[in-house]
């Protein structure tokens, strides 16, 4: 199986600035799209940023121009720059991996992260 596992979050000032980070492991699988998600108690996850194999991103509207994602193909890591965060930010945020495992039944899969806690409050 795939595993993933998020770190970087914490409690910071509205104005501040967390970088998150995942990393997958595993052996003999292909990962196609990463992204993030976030939830904050009583909402529905939802879709921060994605980022393909090949680099192609997309961003929810509420974080254009303050996050960014990008990816390490060769490494199996993700990362999330998050830049003048706003309490609105304050969430779980989830990891989330799509591929496909290269052994036999080339079998596709999604995994997820254990989350990681961001709090923006002054």
């Known amino acids: 199986q795939v595993q993933l596992v998020e770190s970087g979050g914490g409690l910071v000032q509205p104005g501040g600035s967390l970088r998150l980070s995942c990393a997958a492991s595993?052996?003999?699988?292909?990962?196609?799209?990463m992204g993030w998600y976030r939830q904050a108690p009583g909402k529905q996850r939802e879709l921060v940023a994605a980022?393909?194999?090949?680099?192609?991103?997309n961003y929810a509207d509420f974080v254009k121009g303050r996050f960014t994602i990008s990816r390490d193909n060769a490494k199996n890591t993700m990362t999330l720059q998050m830049n003048n965060l706003e309490p609105e930010d304050t969430a779980v945020y989830y990891c989330?991996?799509?591929?496909?495992?290269?052994?036999?039944?080339?079998?596709?899969?999604?995994?997820w992260g254990q989350g990681t806690q961001v709090t923006v409050t002054s």
């Open positions: 980022i393909t194999s090949g680099r192609s991103t």
């Open positions: 989330n991996a799509d591929g496909r495992m290269m052994t036999v039944g080339l079998r596709s899969f999604s995994s």
């Open positions: 595993g052996s003999n699988f292909r990962i196609n799209a």
